[in-house]
């Protein structure tokens, strides 16, 4: 029984659909982000720049700094990174600490 609650929140934490393309990884990131909580700025005010890798794709999310978004427009920093399994859009961040991965926090 112990394992249930985890098996629940795996499966919450998977789209259920495949994400075959750099397109549908972004998108996914952008609804992911803003479903989570893991960035204040808005959607339009982010960046995500698409890895393609074997089994999965590795979003970097950024700030986007443009005339409406505010920031230096000669920079974008990194604010963490998503992994994004391709057969089932299975999604892991590392957005609490920067270096290790996990799975993504409860939604708020």
Do not use: W
Request: aromatic content about 8%; overall charge positive; charged content about 20%.
């Amino acid at each position: 029984m112990t394992f249930a609650p985890l098996l629940a929140s795996v499966h919450a934490m998977a789209s259920g659909q495949t994400t075959a393309t750099a397109d549908q990884a972004a998108d996914r990131a952008a609804k992911v982000t803003q479903s989570h909580h893991l960035s204040s700025n808005r959607t339009q005010c982010l960046r995500f720049d698409v890895s393609d890798e074997k089994r999965y794709f590795i979003v970097g999310v950024h700030e986007k700094h443009t005339p409406e978004c505010g920031g230096d427009p000669a920079t974008a920093p990194v604010l963490f990174f998503l992994k994004i399994r391709k057969r089932d859009g299975y999604v892991v961040t590392n957005h609490r600490d920067g270096d290790h991965f996990a799975p993504l926090p409860p939604k708020q």
